[in-house]
């Protein structure tokens, strides 16, 4: 049988092209995803700025003793003493402290800062340089406070040579230094060093350090020194200074990069569920498209089948045949597959990164497995649907072979129907589960609702086919003549073709309906919800990461402010009554930071640090329960919902973003939006404990009668005490808004254009394919007497209710997954996002069935009717 598959391929060329084609290109998707899916789950972010230094210390940002990973979102700080501490281990050669914190180069006249508002930099001390290492290209170390070194890269964009001057923004105030020379290194960002002490100054962490490299003495093996390391800092810590209540974490390899940038732990690992995601979907496409176009392609055969089984080839022999025949193919795409198949993994974890979804400092690490599985995952769909669609094609006895060839009579069968029922048993469980989820977590539910949703009416398609030629039957007899009658007597007589063909027209129309307007639903409730939120007439931000919080007090005294208040976004973790297990004792062999996670777990907030007075006209946080005015010292203000069995004046256990433990009395409870709640702290508080120890954010609302323009004027003259001040309006913020948003919304969109892409491709395949191996039944036809016009005018009217029949099931899927979308984020039925979107869909989506149609069969119609009328 496999000989006579080999031999058949040339035979059904048109059918096994748009066979391998599918496959060829679901094999390109999966394999791309899945070495997305590994290189998350490597995580892999070689060093830069560290790559020197073969061991690292810093700080572990996971929350230790939790069943689901958590990460804190500040950096856990080490305390000098540490350092000394790594000096005494044996073995040890040095050990060089590093500090980063955020400043910006400041307006320069006769430079390219002067036509700038000022460029954004990374501060470090200098002895830090040797663990890029970076080098000296010009000048000399700067030793003095009033000395700095820039990278040679960021002095020749700005145009500065070593003896001029500069202004650095830090902390909000800038000060004047001497260029004393220019640094080369691996890392082309924007560095600049100053002294060790005056690094420390402008840090605003004074006695602690981000980070520690390790350097080993000359000949030892450094992994033994990674090992002493690991005993004296984590595994069996001694009494000090330097350990009290500190999560220390020893890296090497390309997990050093973790602690030049920490979001790699937190976002990175946002990577493996992005992967999972978009895999499943597109997994879930793929068996849908090599499915329908495997099965279109049997269908085709009925007649050939057929009369093998009246010479007397039984179903085994059948179905090896029809199996034969899809291996050849299938093993031959997967093949070609896995050459493209990891270049497009790269390439959409570069657009991932663009997007700001991942760390741009994770690199593509994907091994065999992505290979294997995606092309075992192509394999496994093509030869299922080729035993399934066999299943059906020769199991009708001898006899009735030819006559069932010429009349497709099985149209439905009992498995299809219990299988659909069940998906859409699954889709309304996904609906509710939906509906009732906070605004933010809903598309999460949506996206697999809307793939079972497809599967479901899918399966039950033949039948929503049938009720669609049933109503269109009698209109197009009347209104379209000769044309009208036998487009529909061809579908009622051939469900099964007419379905398959209608399948690919759903799944695209569906999923670009469905995953467009989720995007949009989604973009209008974060919108609603931040106008909701904003009060302030202006906003005040800074380049240098932000300002001293005593500069609240400035602007409140400023005339025309009515009020001013900080806002500094963070996260917190109300901590469970009942302590969780910690980390265990590690055993031989077990790996760093291993623990148990037992009893209730922490539960995460959205945390910001305000300044009370005046949040009331500042911010849309109203108490529903005790007293903003309250919030001061060691206190709290919690979302109505995190703060069930508490009451006022309870003592409520947290963790804030740099993993700090407190104590805090609940002062209020706050009502928000679901999904948008956030806990309130004092500024006083949290701002110690942040990244950059200052304030990002200072909300000012203006008095009544203010002009605007006059108050924007008054803020103005702080820049001369805190230079990189920038002013933002309500319109600016709506607009920085909507730039996110769009951020964001490219990423989905890829997403989108990915999915949808390969269904539109299937959909142009399928009607190719479904066109061209009619060729014999349009030559009888015009043998018959029937013009080519006439035989155009009857696929028209084919293509349209291919079309019409695919777009309902399409706009039953959408609305059985945006209804409960959109009632979760704006509490309406109707999704958010703009008409024309529906409107385009509907239009492409018939402006692509007819053309692919009408040009096949265009093309099929060229030859002469004698010529092929034999087939």
Request: net charge neutral; glycine share 10%; proline share 5%.
């Amino acid at each position: 049988m496999i000989r006579i598959a080999l031999s058949t391929l040339r035979f059904h060329k048109y059918g096994f092209i748009a066979s391998f084609i599918a496959l060829f290109l679901g094999a390109t998707i999966v394999i791309g995803c899945g070495g997305l899916l590994e290189t998350g789950v490597h995580n892999a972010a070689p060093p830069a700025r560290l790559a020197a230094a073969p061991i690292v210390v810093t700080g572990d940002q996971r929350y230790i003793g939790t069943e689901r990973e958590l990460v804190f979102p500040e950096r856990l700080r080490l305390k000098n003493e540490l350092a000394e501490e790594l000096q005494s281990v044996p073995g040890v050669a040095t050990a060089v402290k590093d500090m980063s914190f955020p400043a910006s180069l400041a307006h320069t006249p006769g430079t390219n800062l002067a036509r700038t508002p000022g460029t954004k930099v990374t501060g470090h001390g200098w002895s830090s340089a040797r663990l890029a290492p970076y080098s000296l290209s010009a000048g000399t170390a700067p030793t003095g406070s009033d000395r700095i070194v820039l990278g040679a890269d960021l002095a020749e964009r700005v145009g500065l040579r070593p003896g001029e001057h500069v202004q650095l923004a830090t902390g909000g105030e800038a000060r004047s230094f001497e260029i004393s020379g220019l640094a080369t290194g691996p890392d082309d960002g924007a560095h600049v060093f100053l002294s060790d002490a005056e690094a420390a100054r402008a840090s605003g962490h004074p006695g602690t350090t981000d980070s520690i490299g390790v350097f080993p003495a000359a000949g030892t093996d450094w992994q033994e020194i990674a090992e002493r390391v690991r005993d004296k800092v984590v595994r069996q810590p001694a009494a000090g200074q330097w350990a009290a209540g500190q999560q220390i974490t020893v890296l090497t390899g390309d997990d050093r990069g973790r602690a030049e940038n920490p979001a790699v732990l937190a976002d990175g690992s946002d990577l493996v569920p992005l992967a999972a995601a978009f895999g499943g979907l597109s997994a879930m496409v793929t068996i849908f498209v090599v499915s329908g176009t495997l099965g279109l392609s049997v269908q085709q055969r009925r007649r050939e089948i057929a009369l093998l089984r009246a010479i007397g080839a039984t179903p085994g022999q059948l179905r090896r045949l029809i199996l034969g025949e899809t291996m050849v193919l299938s093993v031959l795409a997967t093949a070609l597959a896995c050459l493209p198949g990891p270049a497009f993994g790269r390439w959409l974890l570069t657009a991932f990164s663009d997007a700001g979804a991942v760390p741009d400092a994770i690199v593509y690490r994907a091994g065999s497995v992505p290979l294997i599985v995606g092309a075992a995952t192509t394999l496994l769909t093509a030869i299922g649907a080729a035993l399934i669609t066999a299943q059906g094609a020769v199991r009708t006895r001898p006899t009735e072979a030819l006559a069932e060839a010429g009349l497709q009579r099985r149209w439905f069968s009992r498995f299809r129907l219990v299988v659909g029922l069940l998906c859409v048993a699954g889709g309304i469980a996904l609906a509710m589960g939906t509906a009732a989820s906070a605004g933010p977590d809903a598309a999460g539910v949506a996206t697999p609702a809307a793939m079972v949703w497809a599967a479901g009416f899918g399966l039950l398609g033949p039948v929503l086919v049938r009720a669609v030629i049933a109503a269109l039957r009698r209109p197009a007899e009347r209104w379209l003549g000769l044309a009208g009658h036998l487009a529909t007597r061809n579908a009622k007589a051939r469900t099964t073709r007419l379905t398959a063909a209608a399948l690919p027209v759903m799944l695209a129309s569906g999923l670009a309906l469905g995953l467009t307007y989720l995007r949009t639903t989604q973009s209008d409730g974060a919108k609603q919800a931040f106008d909701d939120s904003l009060r302030a007439d202006l906003v005040v931000t800074s380049d240098s990461g932000g300002v001293p919080l005593s500069t609240i007090d400035a602007i409140r005294e400023l005339p025309g402010v009515a009020a001013a208040t900080a806002q500094i976004p963070s996260v917190g973790y109300l901590e469970p009554d009942e302590p969780m297990a910690g980390p265990s004792a590690p055993d031989e062999g077990a790996s760093e930071g291993e623990q148990e996670s037992a009893g209730p777990q922490p539960t995460e907030l959205s945390l910001q640090g305000i300044t009370p007075q005046g949040a009331a006209h500042t911010t849309a946080f109203r108490a529903s329960s005790g007293d903003l005015d309250a919030l001061h010292g060691d206190s709290v203000a919690l979302p109505a919902r995190a703060a069930e069995g508490h009451k006022i004046g309870d003592t409520v256990a947290m963790r804030l973003g740099d993993g700090s433990r407190v104590q805090l009395r609940l002062v209020a409870t706050v009502d928000g939006e679901r999904g948008y709640e956030t806990a309130l702290v004092p500024a006083s508080l949290l701002v110690g404990r942040t990244n950059a120890g200052l304030v990002p954010t200072i909300l000012v609302s203006a008095a009544p009668d203010t002009d605007i323009g006059r108050l924007s004027a008054e803020l103005t003259k702080l820049t001369y005490r805190h230079p990189g001040l920038h002013l933002s309006d309500r319109a600016t913020l709506r607009a920085v808004q909507a730039e996110s948003d769009d951020t964001q919304a490219w990423m989905a969109y890829l997403v989108l254009g990915v999915v949808v892409g390969y269904s539109v491709i299937s959909l142009l395949n399928t009607q190719i394919q479904a066109t061209t191996e009619r060729r014999r039944e349009f030559m009888l036809q015009r043998l018959v007497g029937a013009t080519r016009r006439q035989v155009l005018r009857m696929m028209t009217v084919e293509a349209l209710m291919i079309s019409l029949a695919g777009l309902l099931l399409g706009l039953l899927v959408a609305a059985a997954t945006l209804v409960p979308l959109s009632l979760s984020i704006l509490g309406s039925a109707l999704p958010g996002g703009s008409p024309w979107i529906l409107v385009t869909v509907i239009a492409a989506t018939f402006a692509l069935v007819l053309a692919s149609t009408l040009l096949s069969t265009g093309v099929i119609l060229r030859a002469r009717p004698a010529a092929d009328s034999s087939g």
